[in-house]
């Protein structure tokens, strides 16, 4: 491609506001916003509680296990390196490859999402028209420099934090008859009484599960973004207490408040619920402003999605996993081949122009719950394997400047409760294909790179040779 020259390093322009509100944005938007809804629908209110806070558990191992990678190796493409590094090499281009498909799938959503939105002001106009007008829109915003991209999401991110605030408050206020909710009598207790919590029995909750990852997916951009901030041994610790503090509070907060003033059954996919909230407490211009806010925080979500996509491919091709064409930078040192390629699978959106949009987004979602729930394993598995390294090759735990607490428990738990996830979800015949599918992708690129890549690559799965890296 014209124009284009091979860097062999992005810069490190984002700024540790930059990081923290890059990976808080990256989880407000279609997770809260309308899969709320739709997963209280499901499991009611008691389950939604209980899986998002299970969900909230295994969040916090999973950050704090890439922590202590990130801050220790702040790479661009982080986790897919340090499964390729620490797991093997076939097990970092399977890694790589999973996130990818389900990164680029969650734009997809994000872009089906805000397609359902503008339903609300034009519903004459079909959904996948405004998919392909997001999609050329966002890929414009990609294309700039990467301090251009990061501060217009740390101004994005700003407006969904300050929009879920005032949700909160106005919801709370609701609850407790401060604020008039419409017709319907205050306090809203009845929702939340025992008899209505699992109106589909308690076993809905792990299927629903896969809802909550995909809504909690999006944390881990600040290991993606590590090799492109500033001090990240500093801002990388500080963005994920923060990040894991604020999106379980908003996350559960939102959900008790929502689970309280809608039955289970009000709830679903064409209309947030947040916007349904805003209209009962008679704010005025609530849907037009309400909406607005949504589609923001669900673009910047997309706009998330492409970054971390393709700077996971910018550095797989410097690993030689993927086509070198994809390591290729553009004048303003942005992967434009990479992204050009991820933004061919947000393609799959205009699905909307021939199946229904809810169905096309709940498809998109389950992809993409399977593909980071694989990916959270993997990131903890690889925490586990590199800190055995690093104390057999003589390091002490002491040296390294932030640490996963209780070792080696979090990381296996984390593993293990991914795992159950997984096979409960084998279960349930609505999700079984996805993770069938899913699971066969992760082995068929495992195996690919074995007998096609590995001997190209001159790559050995014995990673002794690289100890001396590790201390």
Not at 20 to 34: A, E, K, N, Q, Y
Not at 123 to 145: E, G, M, S
Not at 382 to 403: D, H, N, P, T
Request: net charge positive; aromatic share 14%; hydrophobic share 55%.
């Amino acid at each position: 491609m014209e124009g284009m020259q091979s860097h062999e390093q992005l810069n490190r322009s984002m700024k540790k506001r930059h990081l923290f509100m890059l990976s808080l944005g990256g989880v407000i938007g279609t997770g809260l916003f309308l899969n709320a809804g739709y997963t209280i629908n499901q499991a009611g209110a008691g389950g939604a509680m209980i899986g998002y806070l299970v969900g909230g558990v295994i969040l916090y191992m999973v950050m704090v296990c890439l922590g202590e990678l990130a801050v220790h190796m702040p790479v661009t493409g982080s986790f897919q390196k340090y499964a390729a590094k620490y797991i093997g090499p076939s097990a970092g281009f399977a890694l790589g490859w999973m996130y990818f498909v389900g990164s680029a799938a969650t734009a997809g959503v994000e872009f089906t999402a805000a397609g359902i939105l503008m339903k609300q002001w034009f519903p004459h106009v079909p959904v996948w028209i405004w998919c392909a007008v997001f999609i050329v829109l966002l890929f414009t915003l990609n294309a700039l420099t990467t301090k251009g991209f990061a501060e217009a999401e740390y101004w994005f991110a700003g407006i969904k934090v300050v929009a879920v605030i005032a949700f909160i408050l106005i919801g709370i206020a609701g609850i407790f008859g401060f604020i008039p909710l419409s017709d319907r009598p205050a306090p809203f207790f009845n929702n939340l009484a025992p008899s209505g919590l699992f109106p589909a029995g308690i076993a809905i909750v792990f299927v629903t599960m896969m809802n909550v990852i995909f809504s909690y997916q999006g944390s881990e951009l600040i290991g993606i973004a590590a090799g492109e901030s500033e001090e990240p041994e500093k801002n990388i610790p500080r963005a994920i207490r923060n990040v894991l503090f604020r999106i379980i509070v908003f996350y559960i907060a939102s959900i008790i408040i929502l689970a309280a003033i809608f039955p289970s059954s009000e709830l679903g996919l064409l209309e947030s619920p947040f916007v349904t909230l805003m209209k009962l407490a008679g704010v005025p211009y609530a849907a037009g402003i309400m909406n607005f806010i949504i589609l923001t925080a669900i673009l910047s979500v997309g706009n998330s999605c492409l970054y971390a996509s393709t700077r996971l491919l910018w550095a797989m091709a410097h690993d030689g996993m993927v086509p070198k064409l994809f390591g290729k930078l553009s004048k303003r040192k942005v992967p434009l081949n990479a992204l050009l390629f991820t933004i061919s699978f947000s393609l799959l959106s205009l699905l909307t122009s021939f199946i229904a949009a809810d169905t096309v987004f709940v498809l998109l979602m389950s992809i993409a719950g399977i593909s980071v729930t694989i990916s959270w394993m993997g990131i903890a598995l690889s925490q586990y394997m590199f800190r055995r390294r690093f104390i057999k090759a003589g390091g002490k735990k002491e040296e390294l400047k932030y640490r996963v607490p209780l070792y080696p428990f979090v990381p296996l738990f984390c593993v293990t409760f991914c795992f159950s996830i997984l096979v409960f979800l084998v279960f349930d015949p609505t999700q079984r294909i996805g993770v069938l599918y899913g699971t066969g992708f992760l082995v068929a690129c495992v195996l690919f790179y074995k007998f096609k890549l590995a001997k190209k690559a001159g790559a050995s799965e014995d990673l002794d040779e690289d100890d001396q890296d590790i201390v």
